[in-house]
């Protein structure tokens, strides 16, 4: 498997066309089966391929991204290229915009190859509310690849790109990159544009990168990150130098989040103590620390996430773009209801309805408020504990890939396994998940390391050290 | 409406109950770009300049359907999946300027907010407004006839697009041209007792946006709207149920709905029956109003932090440079007006139009500039009554405004002060300065022309007494019926105008004729 830095390297000395490695990456996810990809944008990888080959022949630097293919979740904006969020309501929809991210990843030589599955809007863990229908997991058609973002990780997993773009809301990226034994990071909030990101709960989204290895994750944020003039909400720091830098894990203090070791699948739990063992023999210490309000942390997270999710699916009502359903003549509010019923999925529908409630009169003191408050009380306390250890270690997922189909209709049992990815979101702190062994069944499991805000670099610097040794 | 002002008084009230009205005024601020992306927020492509963006407003506005809709639109406005706003910086400074104008409490953090509500012309279901922490709370306005006025909240929010229903057509057009643009929305306490009340807040409101160049606030072009509550009430007793009016487009029709409005709850009152609150349009044919919604359907926004608008922090030195750059209010204009001796008339026009009080300003530091110790400045009311009386008029005849002068530029404004000057030094008559006002306007130097046409006023007694005696040579039974008659002077005052072709020094002509006709002095 050829990583994007040697791909790169390939393609500027010209041991390979950009062309050709469009081609290829294009073949390959056309032959995929597991529903991965829902759009390939074979017009613009060529055409960005042959500007690469071109600009090389010319001797213009082509980018550190030089040829190197890359997939993009189906929720993130490409110009001319359809984006549907994976969602009915969103279907025919082409943007005519690039999101800034992926304008930045083409300016860097990268070629979008294709755009990728998800659930419907970015909500849910399994990437099987898709109108394009369910993702698979690569190494067990009848498991999930995990989600929201599924698609990218298989994308990454089943080779077809060294790397892809997925969005990160309480664990969309980290998630199904443990599942699917990949490399899976989100940045703090801030560091990567949301600009052309469909939103599902803004102050919770944030761009991540799947990737087979840190490297490669961090030459791709860096040719991402940096403050956006078109969102308010990326940081003037955000640029700051992001390659791993060589760690030397002596003195390094590891902290295990121990409330989240709780209910974690044997075969989880025993390749994290893997992962746990080698920070300890690289001369890193393990301590446990406790984490208070971790029980709140879901149900703060969802009606956060349900409340924005309400007020930014609102704009989805048959007038201006994507599907319109029922008579103008009827007026606004019928073309808007009977879009809405047929054009958003039950999950969907679910979350807005809860969100709506939420943040109606006399429910918000009680619902909204109270959970951003708990908010600021959980990120208050991650702080605190960050204040005595280096980096947070925890599992990604308490269990490896469910079987497909098993928890659509049990959503709660969904909603708590993300107690231990939302953290991240909930604080704006940089997390990510890095393959950590076979657990049950042989499926992959994934560890999750959280790190302070804007400390991308030491973070993938450590997870490049203990995967090293894996 | 000839109803006698302090209106608080006896008059205001209906069959002893006293109406109470609060205000919710809307303004189109004055910037080049909309209140979150980058497009022209007057619907107009150039945009930045003052008559631009009137006229841009104008094509907008009278959905005569001439003019293409949807212009002015981005993946921002329109609000296409993905898109973010960010913020106007100038939007935010003349919102503040105008809430610290206002004398509101302006926070050191302020934050956007989302106010939800289904209408299809606002594309994102929503609209971007400010709900717990707006630019200004508080805050007060005082009208020019003493009232004080106490304002509960200014805020900023982004304006709906348009709707327009062809005839005979099955379903509407929506013009997202204006949506997005910035809009100040200012909410008085009930302070308020009448329709003239709300008329005289009105303009006062008026002015001070347009002398602080926040808003050109013209409500025939949609950028400057007002919804009234109204109660009635007995004197002293806690307030009546409140009935808000929406849809009135001019200071007339929110006078006439506050009048009307009243007089449904007096009715309703006196019959024994409450009021019902409600949310009524405002029929401007008609002349009444109409029910738009009742309390039961009364919207619930769930309101919502912006997540995408970070809070804005307002540092005091921030604060500071925005109050210094704040031109002077309208209450501050009548008050330097008048103690530089102005009559009240005078300097209250002056300071309720920004274009004259500037042209105004400029004329009176020309006039300082020319002036010597030999030629001292003419007087400001002198100044005024050129500005206000001729050349206000000369332009209203040549079918031009006075921003059109140029008047706020040196040059123009030095050539009238001279103008006035010559005049008010008795080195050239009212008629003659006023026949040469056409040509100074045009930038024709008045000195050069009075020396070049030998327009001088004339003093010399012997020139004087050459064209008076010729004239009662020329009319002697007017002359000799003059004692009787005394308009007869007035004529022969002009005959020897006209002779001297308007040189002749007007007092001493009318002395001489007076001594000539034996007359003594009336």
Request: with cysteine; glycine share 10%; net charge neutral.
């Amino acid at each position: 498997m050829t990583s994007a830095r040697e791909t790169a390297a390939a393609v500027r000395s010209r041991r390979v066309t950009a062309v050709e490695v469009a081609e290829t990456a294009l073949a390959a996810a056309a032959s995929s089966t597991s529903n991965a990809f829902v759009t390939l944008a074979e017009a613009r990888a060529l055409a960005r391929a042959a500007a690469v080959d071109a600009a090389i022949t010319a001797g213009r630097d082509p980018g550190p991204l030089a040829g190197v293919p890359v997939a993009v979740k189906d929720n993130i904006c490409t110009a001319g290229v359809a984006t549907t969020a994976g969602s009915a309501v969103l279907r025919g929809f082409v943007p005519p915009y690039d999101a800034t991210v992926v304008a930045r990843l083409e300016a860097a030589g990268a070629l979008v190859i294709g755009k990728t599955n998800l659930d419907e809007f970015a909500m849910g863990s399994s990437s099987e509310t898709s109108v394009f229908g369910p993702v698979r997991h690569p190494a067990d058609p009848g498991r999930v690849a995990g989600g929201s973002s599924g698609g990218s990780a298989v994308a990454v997993a089943e080779g077809v790109v060294p790397l892809a773009l997925g969005t990160d809301t309480g664990g969309s990226v980290r998630q199904p990159a443990a599942f699917c034994g990949v490399f899976g990071i989100k940045p703090t909030y801030g560091r990567l544009s949301r600009y052309g990101v469909i939103a599902y709960a803004s102050s919770l989204d944030q761009v991540g990168v799947f990737s087979r290895d840190a490297d490669d994750a961090a030459v791709a944020l860096s040719a991402m990150a940096g403050r956006d003039p078109a969102d308010a909400t990326t940081a003037a720091r955000a640029a700051d130098e992001l390659g791993p830098v060589p760690v030397d894990l002596r003195g390094l203090r590891v902290g295990r989040i121990a409330d989240l070791w709780q209910g974690v699948s044997d075969g989880v739990r025993a390749a994290l103590d893997g992962v746990a063992a080698r920070f300890v023999e690289s001369g890193a210490t393990v301590v446990d620390v406790e984490l208070p309000l971790v029980e709140a942390a879901v149900s703060s997270y969802y009606l956060i996430a349900m409340a924005e999710a309400s007020s930014n699916l609102a704009r989805y009502d048959g007038t201006l773009y994507g599907l319109r359903l029922g008579e103008a003549r009827d007026g606004h509010e019928a073309v808007a209801r009977a879009t809405r019923a047929a054009g958003l999925g039950r999950e969907v529908q679910r979350r807005v309805l809860m969100g709506s409630f939420a943040l109606s009169a006399g429910y918000a003191d009680a619902y909204a408020e109270r959970a951003a408050r708990v908010r600021r009380r959980i990120a208050d306390a991650l702080q605190d504990a960050l204040a005595g250890v280096d980096v947070l270690l925890a599992p990604t997922a308490p269990t490896v890939a469910w079987r497909q189909g098993e928890r659509l209709d049990d959503p709660l049992a969904m909603y708590v396994a993300d107690v231990t990815t939302c953290l991240a979101n909930l604080s704006g702190m940089p997390a990510l998940s890095l393959p950590a062994g076979a657990a049950e069944d042989g499926l992959p499991a994934g560890a999750q390391l959280i790190g302070p805000a804007w400390s991308e670099a030491r973070l993938l610097g450590w997870a490049r050290a203990v995967t090293a040794k894996a | 409406m000839s109803r006698p002002a302090a209106p608080s008084g006896p008059a205001a009230r209906r069959s002893g109950y006293e109406v109470v009205v609060g205000l919710e005024v809307h303004l189109a601020l004055r910037t080049r770009t909309k209140l979150f992306c980058p497009c022209a927020a007057s619907g107009d492509e150039a945009g930045a300049t003052a008559g631009a963006a009137t006229a841009g407003a104008a094509a907008a506005g009278d959905g005569s359907g001439e003019t293409q809709p949807n212009r002015h639109v981005c993946p921002v406005c329109l609000g296409l999946p993905g898109a973010l706003p960010v913020p106007n910086a100038r939007a935010v400074e003349l919102a503040v300027r105008f809430a610290a104008a206002l004398d509101c409490a302006v926070p050191e953090v302020t934050a956007f907010a989302r106010k939800h509500y289904g209408y299809p012309d606002a594309p994102k279901n929503y609209q971007i407004s400010q709900h717990d922490r707006p630019v200004g709370l508080g805050g007060a306005l005082d009208l020019p006839n003493g009232r004080r006025v106490r304002l509960v909240r200014c805020h900023l929010e982004e304006d709906a697009g348009r709707l327009i229903h062809p005839t005979y057509a099955d379903h509407s057009l929506v013009d997202l041209d204006r949506a997005g643009a910035p809009l100040i929305e200012l909410v008085t306490a009930p302070d308020l007792r009448s329709g003239e009340d709300a008329r005289a807040f009105l303009e006062e409101v008026r002015a001070l946006a347009r002398a602080l160049d926040v808003s050109d606030a013209t409500p025939e072009e949609g950028r400057m709207r007002a919804d009234v509550n109204v109660s009635l009430r007995r004197p002293g007793e806690p307030l009546g149920t409140k009935v808000e009016v929406k849809n009135l487009n001019s200071f007339k029709s929110v006078q006439a709905a506050i009048e009307s409005e009243a007089t449904r709850q007096e009715r309703l009152l006196q019959a024994g029956r409450g009021v019902s609150q409600e949310t009524r349009g405002w029929n401007e044919g008609g002349q009444k109003s109409y029910v738009m919604r009742t309390k039961e359907e009364a919207a619930d926004y769930r309101y919502l932090d912006d997540p995408d608008l970070p809070p804005i922090r307002l540092t005091a030195a921030w604060l500071a440079a925005v109050r210094a750059a704040t031109p002077e209010t309208p209450a501050a204009l009548r008050r330097r007006y008048a103690a530089a001796g102005l009559k009240p008339d005078d300097a209250d026009r002056l300071a309720t139009d920004a274009d004259l009080s500037r042209a105004f300003d400029a004329l009176v530091d020309a006039a300082g500039r020319a002036a010597g110790a030999t030629a001292p400045a003419p007087a400001a009311q002198a100044l005024a009554n050129w500005l206000l009386v001729e050349v206000v008029g000369w332009a209203h005849a040549a079918n031009t405004g006075v921003t059109a002068l140029r008047l706020t530029d040196p040059g123009p404004a030095g050539r009238l002060a001279a103008l006035v000057a010559l005049v008010e030094a008795r080195e050239i008559t009212g008629p003659t300065a006023k026949a040469l006002l056409g040509e100074v306007l045009a930038g024709a130097d008045p000195r050069a022309l009075v020396a070049a046409r030998g327009l001088r006023q004339v003093s010399d007694a012997g020139e004087l007494a050459g064209w008076v005696d010729g004239v009662l040579a020329a009319h002697p039974e007017v002359a000799a019926g003059a004692r009787e008659q005394p308009k007869a002077v007035n004529f022969l005052m002009g005959r020897v105008m006209q002779a001297s072709r308007g040189q002749a020094r007007p007092d001493a002509v009318r002395a001489l004729l007076l001594e000539r006709l034996g007359i003594g002095d009336a």
